[in-house]
């Protein structure tokens, strides 16, 4: 039987890809990275969160099959002490580190405190269990964002490039990809690099109101109906829920190691901002959306938000104000070449922007993003 160790089971993405390793017919059990007091104070954070991408039974049966290791990213060997790291090395077969620290708006010295700091202690792990014969895969979640300002087609084997970052998560994640093929590189290692994350397939459901969910929050509102961004960037969003499936599939013990997939759209499967604004517009029934330049927005109209909007409306405007627009500005195009060849021979595809959008949509309208609980 295998012995997984996951980490980033209480994240949005983390939760599902536990639930799923759970399925597997030869997982006896995980080991999880929780940050508590103690472990009935772990199982209670990891029930809670289980509940948002399983029902009430299932996650109960999911957290009764997890071993919550209470240690934090930020700390030497996760804050274990020795006989409690050399006995999780010690029945560890394949790692699986999903944890990061997601925000935009930290400092580097802070995101690189648990997206590479973190990435290097669960390496340690990995090489101790290697050292000790049991460790057959190590599975590392990125981005597909490493690219940061690159504009062109970015490949599954592009690493390296200068073009620099829109945000602290994006460099942090690609110093921490980056260290790992350097100074990890005896390590079993596959690396999956999701694009924009969003709500399930079937039931739009999500946690995460960030990135795309800005502009749409704003327009569902009344509040704004300008995208300050390009009409025609592409934009790579995947659901959540084939994320988890993929890196589920290609993190069996049978897969191969020491590739690199794009869990994207693809080049094919990416859309402008403008044909999500059509989507949009048509689901809401509110007036034209409009594109403004992200320069002449900074220098003009946001001075003017700061000073004469108050209230939601306001904070609404400047969380997204600063973070997003970069993301609407220009992108990248993410080849799925390998991942898309690899899921195909088990009957998994990235599914259409057009297909499931509007539930999406009607799960933001019917929670009030989050607010309510869904009907």
Same mark, same amino acid.
């Given at each position: 039987?295998?012995?997984?160790?996951?980490?980033?089971?209480?994240?949005?993405?983390?939760?599902?890809?536990?639930?799923?390793?759970?399925?597997?017919?030869?997982?006896?059990?995980?080991?999880?990275?929780?940050?508590?007091?103690?472990?009935?104070?772990?199982?209670?954070?990891?029930?809670?969160?289980?509940?948002?991408?399983?029902?009430?039974?299932?996650?109960?049966?999911?957290?009764?099959?997890?071993?919550?290791?209470?240690?934090?990213?930020?700390?030497?060997?996760?804050?274990?002490?020795?006989?409690?790291?050399?006995?999780?090395?010690?029945?560890?077969?394949?790692?699986?580190?999903?944890?990061?620290?997601?925000?935009?708006?930290?400092?580097?010295?802070?995101?690189?405190?648990?997206?590479?700091?973190?990435?290097?202690?669960?390496?340690?792990?990995?090489?101790? @269990? =290697?050292?000790?014969?049991?460790?057959?895969?190590? !599975?590392? /979640?990125?981005? $597909?964002?490493?690219?940061?300002? +690159?504009? *062109?087609?970015?490949?599954?084997?592009?690493?390296?490039?200068?073009?620099?970052?829109?945000?602290?998560?994006?460099?942090?994640?690609?110093?921490?990809?980056?260290?790992?093929?350097?100074?990890?590189?005896?390590?079993?290692?596959?690396?999956?690099?999701?694009?924009?994350?969003?709500?399930?397939?079937?039931?739009?459901?999500?946690?995460?109101?960030?990135?795309?969910?800005?502009?749409?929050?704003?327009?569902?509102?009344?509040?704004?109906?300008?995208?300050?961004?390009? @009409? =025609?960037?592409?934009?790579?969003?995947?659901?959540? !829920?084939? /994320?988890?499936? $993929?890196?589920?599939?290609?993190? +069996?013990? *049978?897969?191969?190691?020491?590739?690199?997939?794009?869990?994207?759209?693809?080049?094919?499967?990416?859309?402008?901002?403008?044909?999500?604004?059509?989507?949009?517009?048509?689901?809401?029934?509110?007036?034209?959306?409009?594109?403004?330049?992200?320069?002449?927005?900074?220098?003009?109209?946001?001075?003017?938000?700061?000073?004469?909007?108050?209230?939601?409306?306001?904070?609404?405007?400047?969380?997204?104000?600063?973070?997003?627009?970069?993301?609407?500005?220009?992108?990248?195009?993410?080849?799925?070449?390998?991942?898309?060849?690899?899921?195909?021979?088990?009957?998994?595809?990235?599914?259409?922007?057009?297909?499931?959008?509007?539930?999406?949509?009607?799960?933001?309208?019917?929670?009030?993003?989050?607010?309510?609980?869904?009907?």
């Amino acid at each position: 039987m295998t012995r997984v160790f996951i980490t980033g089971v209480t994240g949005f993405l983390g939760r599902y890809m536990a639930d799923r390793v759970l399925q597997r017919p030869d997982v006896d059990g995980i080991d999880v990275l929780v940050r508590a007091r103690d472990v009935d104070h772990a199982r209670e954070r990891l029930l809670k969160s289980m509940r948002f991408a399983v029902s009430e039974a299932r996650a109960a049966e999911v957290v009764e099959r997890m071993s919550p290791v209470l240690g934090d990213l930020r700390q030497e060997r996760f804050g274990l002490d020795e006989d409690a790291w050399n006995s999780l090395a010690e029945r560890t077969d394949c790692i699986l580190h999903a944890a990061a620290n997601v925000r935009f708006d930290q400092r580097i010295e802070d995101a690189r405190g648990e997206n590479v700091f973190g990435t290097q202690q669960a390496a340690a792990l990995g090489l101790e @269990a =290697q050292r000790r014969g049991g460790l057959s895969r190590f !599975d590392w /979640v990125g981005t $597909a964002f490493v690219a940061g300002l +690159r504009r *062109d087609v970015v490949r599954e084997e592009d690493l390296e490039h200068t073009a620099g970052w829109k945000n602290p998560y994006e460099q942090s994640k690609y110093e921490a990809e980056q260290w790992l093929r350097s100074e990890a590189s005896a390590l079993p290692l596959t690396v999956f690099r999701p694009s924009i994350v969003v709500g399930e397939t079937a039931t739009g459901a999500t946690t995460n109101f960030g990135m795309m969910y800005w502009p749409i929050r704003l327009y569902s509102k009344g509040w704004w109906r300008t995208i300050v961004g390009s @009409a =025609q960037t592409p934009v790579d969003i995947v659901p959540v !829920d084939f /994320v988890a499936n $993929a890196i589920e599939c290609l993190s +069996r013990a *049978d897969q191969a190691v020491g590739v690199t997939y794009h869990l994207t759209a693809g080049t094919e499967g990416a859309v402008t901002i403008e044909r999500l604004a059509a989507l949009v517009q048509e689901f809401f029934g509110g007036g034209r959306i409009r594109f403004m330049d992200p320069a002449f927005f900074m220098k003009w109209v946001r001075p003017v938000v700061d000073l004469f909007i108050w209230g939601p409306k306001r904070r609404v405007l400047q969380e997204g104000g600063t973070f997003f627009i970069p993301y609407f500005s220009g992108n990248p195009l993410f080849d799925n070449t390998h991942a898309a060849a690899a899921l195909a021979a088990h009957g998994i595809a990235v599914p259409r922007v057009q297909d499931y959008f509007s539930t999406l949509l009607t799960f933001v309208r019917d929670t009030d993003f989050g607010k309510n609980p869904p009907p």
